[in-house]
C-alpha cells in the first residue's frame, strides 16, 4: 500500500523552478539528492533545470510517472490534476497553498482536486503541505532546509512549520526519521491512512503525530487500536480549548467541552497523548532507543543528593515507584561504592565518581529483579569526567534489556558527553523530570500493549418498539422526548421506575393510587430542564391529600418562576430510596460520534466535575473504567463498611446505552438523571430521562 | 549586616594548596581572579603559593581578616576555628566536608564548630559547602569551576552539585547572578539569613533557592513575607513525598503529608514554589528580564499556525486568557499584514514574515490596553531570518513595559537567533510552554505583591479557663481530650452543642431529659477514634425508650467490634439538623508548626481529600482562603438558589481555633469534625471534638 508514493521509480516535479530561493527549485534539489530515482522537472517555460532535460507536460514525458509533485499556483492544480491522471500517475503529493486553509474558492478548488484524484483513482497528500520524507527509500519529495537523518521514528504533522522546528530540532541533536509526514488539508490521505502504513513499514518502530483534528474519528480509533498493539503511537492534538460553536444544553455537551471526545478516544485506542512537541519529541527518543519496561519500579543512579530526591519527586508524582533492592544489589554495591554513597534508592555514588563506578553501580542495578528502569543523572562536579562516563553509559545502554534514561545536568561541562550521546542516538534528557516522564511513557505503553480490545457484546433488545416511539416522536414535530423515553429504556431492557403521566390533577391523584404511595411528582414542560430550581419537584406524598397540595403549589411556584413556559402536566413516580443516584449521558461529538459520560448525580456532576467519557461502542471493560475512573468512586465501590452499589447493573445499564445511542444515530442527546443504583445485587433503576432529537 | 563576608578587605584560605586540583588550590585561585581584596594562603607547610606569602597559622598575619575560607580536614576544624575567633575574624565559609551529613561524629563535630563561632560571634557558611560568589564585589570564595557572570539573579542552594549544575547550565546561555550562596549544613547562616541579605543587596532584583528544608519554620515566613514584598522569591523544595516518621493518627497528620506545610508557607509568606529546577531556573530569568504585566491578558504573535495554537492551549491550561483586541488594534495589523494572516489572537503573521513585520505587529500589539504580555514564537521557514528577527525582539524587549517573552523553535537555524538574545540578557525559551509558564509566574507575583499581610486579630478569649482544663487533663495523666474540650472551644468562643456525659444508662436518660429530645448518643473511649464504625453513634433518639434501646445496642455493638477497648460511658447531645457539616483540624508539622486544615465532613474530607491547609495563625483573608479554595466550596456557598452557609461564621471559628493551638503549644492534635455551620447569619456549631497532648 502506498509503496511508490515513498519508493517511486520515476518523480515529477510539475512547477519545477530554475530560480534559488522557489519552492519549484528546492523540491527539485531534494528530490536529486536522494538515491534510486530517476527525477523530471515540468515546466512549459524552461528546456531544463538543474542539467535535467524539463517538459512542458506530464503527458510528453515517454518514461512512465509514479508520482509527481506539485508546486503550480492553486487555481492551476486542477487542469494539473487532469493531466496526471491522464498521465496514468498513481501519487500526488501538491505542495500549492490557497485551498481550504485560504478560502472559500480555495475550499471549493480542493473540492475540485479531489474529486478529479478520485476519478483517476490518484491518491494525494495535501494540498498545503510541506512535502514527505522517506529516508529508507532515499526519497526527499519535500521543500524542506535538509534531509532528515535517518532513524525509526515516523512522523506526520498536519501543520507544516511544526515540521520545520521538529526537523530543524532533530538536526541539532541528531535524532533520525523513518518517514515524515507533512500532511496539508488531509483532502485525500490523512492520518488514518498512514498509521496503518507505518504499522506495516519495517523501518518504523515510533509513531509520532501533531495532529489539529481527525478526519474520520470511527475509523481513527479502529485503526489506532490494531496499530497500537504493534507499535507506541504519540500524538499531540492542539486546539483543547477552542469553544464548540454548537449551543449545548446537556450536562454532557457542556462538561465534555471540545476536548473530552479526543481524550476518550485517544485512551480507548491505546495512543499516548502528549501534551506539548516537546514531551512528543521526548518520548518517541524513549521509544527509538529503549526496549519496553516490564513495571513501573525505577532505581535512580546519581553522583549528587539533590538531583536524587528532586528525580524521586518526580517519579513519585508520576505515579513510578522507587523501588526497594534485593539484599544482593545493596551487598554488591557496597563491595566498590565509597563508605559514604547512598546504598538504598537513589544510589549516591558521590560526586568524584569514575566511569567505572557508575558502571559497576549500573550492572548491579540491572541484575536486580526489582528493577524495570534506571534513571541515571550525572552533574560536572570537579572530578567528574562526563565524556567517559557518557562512553560507559553508552555500552549499557547498548547491552541493556531495561531502560536506563540519562540527564547529563548542566550546560558547558556536560556539552561533550552529551555530543557523545546524541551521536550514538542516545537522548541526553535536559532535565531528570524529562527523563521520568518519558520513562513513564515506556511503562504506559507496556500496559497498552497487552491491553484486550474485547468487542462490545450485542444485547438482546426490542429495538422495533424503541424505533416506533422515535418514529411517533419524529411524526408528532417534538425533538425533546419526555415520558415516552422511559418506554424507550424499557425496550433496551433498562428498568425504569413506575411512572405516569397526568394532565390534571384528578388525573394525577388517580396515578398515584394505581402506582401506590409514596410517590414524586414532576413537572413536565418542554420548557424546563432544570425542575428543581422551579419548585417542579415534589418528593415523599403519602396520600391524596398531600399530592393535591403538591400539585396546587407546584403550579403556582412554576408559574411564578417562568411564566412563558408551556406546561404539558405532570409526571408521577413511586418514590425509590436507599440507592445511589448516578447520571449517564450522551452527547454527539463531530469527531467521534456519541460520548458516553458518567458520573455521581447531583452536586458530584455539578459542581465538581466529577465525570468520566468513553465513546460509544463500549465494552464491558470500558464501562468498567468509566465507573471506577471517577473520583468519587469509592462513594459507590462502598465506603467505610457501607454496602458497594451495584456496578454490575451500572455496567449493564452503560452497555444498553451504548447500543441505543449506536442503534439511533438520531438521538443527538441523552441523560439518564438519576439512574438510582441499589447496593450490590438488587439492581438499579432509571428515574429520570431526557433525550433531544436531531434537528432533520 | 554580613557586609565584610562579601565584600571582604582581607581574605584567608586556611588549608589553601599548591597542589592543582586540590580544593585549597582552586578556592585559592578562585579568588586571586577577583578584585578589590587581599588574599592570604595559609599553610603551615609551605612559605609560598601562587606568589603569594603562606603563613603557618591565622594568628601569624599580621593584617586584619575579614573573612576566613576553610578547607581543611573536619577535625582540624574546630582547632583552625578557635584560631579564627582568636584572631578577630568576622566571618568563616567553612568548605570541608565530613559533618552532620557524613556520620554521628561529623555531627557532634558540626555542635562543637557552631559553638566555637557563637562564642567569638564569628558568623558562619557551611560547613560541607562549595562556598560563596559575589559578582558585584568580585568576590569567588568557591571551588566552583568558573565565576558567575554578573547579573540581578541571587541563587542560594542546599546542595552544592546543584550550585554546580546551576553554574554550568548559566555559563552555557550567559546567565548571571549577583551573589550564589552554597549553603551547605546551614549550622549558622541559614535560607533566612540570606533572604534578609537579598532583600537589602541594590545589585539582586530576583532571589531564586533549592531548598531541602527550612531551618526555622515561623521565622522563615515571617521573613519571606517582608521579602517577597519587596522581590520575588522561587523556591525549589525537594523531598516532597519523604514519608515522615511520625505516627499520625488524625485527619489532619494523613491528608497533610510530609509536604503540605511548605505548601501553605509558601503561599501564605508570597514565596513562588517551582517544581522543578528548569522552572525555578525559566522563572529567575523571566523576573531577571521582565517588568511585572498588569494582569493575565496575553497576546500570542507568531509566524507558525500550529504552534500559536499551541501556546493558546498551554495558556488556557495554567489560567491566562487569551486576550481579544481592540478595534483598532485589528485595523492597524491589517495595514502591513498580509491578507491571509491572522488579526485575531494568536496573531498569525504567516510564514514567511520579515523582521519589520514582527516589529510592526509588536508594537500594535503593544499599544492594546487589553495586551498585559506577549508571547513570540518564531519558527525556521524558509523566509525566516531568525538572527534579524532576534534583533528586532531585543529591540522591542528591551524597551517595552511589558513584558515579551520569547520561543524560537527549534534547533540548527535558530541557534544563531538563540545567541543573539542570550548575548543580550535575554532568555529563549526552548517550548512555548516554558515560556507560558515563566509568564504565569511574573503575573503571579504581580498579585503576591500587592497582597496586603495583615495581622491575626486576637480574639477576647477566656485563656484561664482553658488553660486549666488542660492543666487538670495533664494532671488526670490523660493525653486524648474527650467531652471537656468542648469546654475548651466554649472558653475561647466558640458555641458547642449542648452535651453531657453519662457513665450508666439512667445517667444517660436523665442527661437526655435535661438537654431535651431530640438527642444524638455516642460512645466515649479512649481507644475508639471512627465511632460510626463500631457502632457507637445513635442519632434522633426522642423519647426515654429509644435512649435504652440504644445505649444497650451501642454497647453490644461495640463489644462486639472491639471487645478490649475501654469504654468511659456515652455523651449524648441536642440533635443539630439543618446545617452542613465541616471539619476543622490541626496538627503540628516539625518545621513550621500548627497547620491548620479546612474540609467539608464525612466522605468529602476522607474519600475525595478535599481540604486545604494553612500554618497558624491566620488572619482572616487567610481563613477566607481555607474556605474558598476547597473544591466543594460551592456546596458551602450555596448552590441551586440554596441558602448559604455561615461562612463569616466559619472564619470567625477558624481564627478562633488559630488562636487557641497559638496560645496552647502542648495541644498536639486538634479536631473538631463536625463543625455544624447553619445558614447565613445563623452562626455554626462544634458537634465534637477531639484533642491530643503532647506527650512530655
Chains 1, 2 share one sequence.
Not at 498521465?87 to 478529479?116: D, M, N, P, Q, W
Not at 422515535?470 to 414535530?477: R, T
Not at 460520534?593 to 455521581?600: E, S
Amino acid at each position: 500500500m502506498l509503496d511508490k508514493l515513498f519508493d517511486p521509480d520515476v518523480v515529477a516535479v510539475i512547477g519545477a523552478s530554475r530560480t534559488e530561493g522557489k519552492v519549484g527549485h528546492a523540491v527539485l534539489k531534494n528530490l536529486l539528492q536522494g538515491a534510486g530515482h530517476q527525477v523530471i522537472p515540468i515546466n512549459p517555460k524552461v528546456n531544463e533545470i538543474l542539467g535535467l532535460k524539463c517538459y512542458a507536460d506530464v503527458l510528453d514525458v515517454p518514461e512512465k510517472i509514479d508520482l509527481a509533485v506539485i508546486v503550480v499556483p492553486a487555481a492551476a492544480v486542477p487542469s494539473t490534476m487532469e493531466k496526471c491522471g491522464q498521465a496514468g500517475i498513481s501519487y500526488v503529493v501538491v505542495i500549492s497553498a490557497g485551498f481550504k486553509e485560504a478560502s472559500l474558492e480555495g475550499a471549493r478548488l480542493e473540492r475540485e482536486i479531489t474529486a478529479i484524484a478520485g476519478k483517476y483513482g490518484m491518491r494525494m497528500v495535501g494540498p498545503n503541505c510541506l512535502g514527505i520524507i522517506d529516508t529508507s527509500s532515499s526519497l526527499n519529495a519535500s521543500f524542506a532546509a535538509s534531509m532528515a537523518f535517518p532513524g525509526n521514528i515516523a512522523m506526520m504533522s498536519q501543520s507544516g512549520a511544526i515540521c520545520t522546528v521538529t526537523l530543524d530540532w532533530a538536526d541539532r541533536i541528531g535524532v533520525g526519521f523513518s518517514k515524515f509526514i507533512s500532511l496539508g488539508n488531509k483532502a485525500d490521505l490523512a492520518e488514518n491512512d498512514f498509521l496503518e502504513l507505518f504499522m506495516k513499514d519495517d523501518s518504523t518502530a515510533v509513531i509520532a503525530a501533531y495532529l489539529e483534528g481527525v478526519k474520520d474519528g470511527p475509523r481513527f480509533m479502529d485503526v489506532a487500536r490494531n496499530v497500537t498493539r504493534e507499535k507506541p503511537v504519540i500524538i499531540v492534538k492542539s486546539g483543547r480549548t477552542a469553544v464548540g460553536s454548537r449551543a449545548v444544553s446537556s450536562h454532557t455537551g457542556t462538561l465534555a467541552g471540545s476536548d473530552a471526545a479526543y481524550t476518550a478516544a485517544f485512551r480507548q485506542s491505546g495512543v499516548i497523548r502528549a501534551d506539548s512537541l516537546e514531551e512528543m519529541l521526548d518520548y518517541s527518543r524513549a521509544f527509538s532507543t529503549y526496549p519496553l519496561p516490564r513495571g513501573k519500579k525505577v532505581a535512580i543512579l546519581t553522583n549528587a543528593g539533590g538531583l536524587g530526591i528532586l528525580t524521586a519527586d518526580a517519579c513519585h508524582s508520576i505515579g513510578l515507584s522507587i523501588t526497594s533492592f534485593e539484599e544482593e544489589t545493596i551487598t554488591k554495591l557496597k563491595q566498590k561504592l565509597p563508605e559514604a554513597a547512598g546504598l538504598y534508592n537513589p544510589v549516591d555514588v558521590l560526586g568524584d565518581a569514575s566511569p567505572q563506578l557508575y558502571e559497576h553501580a549500573l550492572e548491579v542495578l540491572l541484575a536486580d529483579p526489582n528493577v524495570d528502569g534506571i534513571i541515571v543523572l550525572v552533574s560536572p562536579q570537579a572530578m567528574t569526567d562526563v565524556p567517559a562516563i557518557a562512553q560507559s553509559l553508552i555500552k549499557m545502554v547498548k547491552t541493556s534489556d531495561k531502560p536506563i534514561l540519562c540527564n547529563l545536568a548542566g550546560g558547558m561541562r556536560i556539552a561533550a558527553g552529551e555530543e557523545i550521546l546524541n551521536q550514538h542516538g542516545i537522548p541526553n534528557y535536559p532535565s531528570s523530570e524529562r527523563a521520568v516522564a518519558s520513562l513513564k511513557a515506556l511503562c504506559d505503553y507496556s500496559s497498552i500493549k497487552v491491553k484486550e480490545h474485547t468487542t462490545p457484546v450485542t444485547m438482546p433488545v426490542n429495538r422495533e418498539a424503541a424505533q416506533k416511539i422515535i418514529d411517533d416522536a419524529i411524526a408528532n414535530g417534538r425533538r425533546t422526548l419526555g415520558l415516552e423515553s422511559l418506554g424507550l429504556l424499557t425496550a433496551y431492557g433498562i428498568p425504569v421506575v413506575q411512572s405516569r403521566m397526568a394532565g390534571n390533577l384528578p388525573e394525577a391523584i388517580a396515578a398515584c393510587e394505581e402506582i401506590g404511595y409514596p410517590v414524586v411528582m414532576k413537572i413536565i414542560s418542554p420548557d424546563i430542564s432544570h425542575k428543581t430550581d422551579v419548585g417542579g419537584i415534589k418528593l415523599n406524598l403519602v396520600d391524596a391529600k398531600d399530592v393535591e397540595h403538591a400539585y396546587l403549589t407546584m403550579m403556582s411556584d412554576v408559574k411564578h418562576y417562568m411564566p412563558n413556559a408551556q406546561i404539558t402536566g405532570v409526571q408521577v413516580q413511586q418514590m425509590v430510596t436507599g440507592g445511589k443516584e448516578v447520571i449517564i449521558g450522551m452527547d454527539r461529538d463531530p469527531q467521534f460520534g456519541p460520548l458516553l459520560m458518567f458520573g455521581l448525580g447531583g452536586v458530584y456532576v455539578e459542581f465538581l466535575k466529577d465525570v468520566s467519557f468513553a465513546v460509544a461502542p463500549v465494552n464491558d471493560k470500558e464501562a468498567q473504567h468509566m465507573i471506577a475512573s471517577i473520583k468519587t468512586y469509592p462513594l459507590i465501590a462502598g465506603v467505610r463498611g457501607e454496602k458497594p452499589s451495584d456496578i454490575k447493573a451500572i455496567v449493564d445499564t452503560l452497555l444498553k446505552v451504548s447500543q441505543l445511542v449506536m442503534d439511533f444515530p438520531s438521538l443527538a442527546e441523552f441523560e439518564m438523571n438519576p439512574l438510582m443504583v441499589m447496593p450490590e445485587g438488587k439492581g438499579c433503576l432509571a428515574m429520570d430521562v431526557r433525550m433531544t432529537l436531531r434537528n432533520e
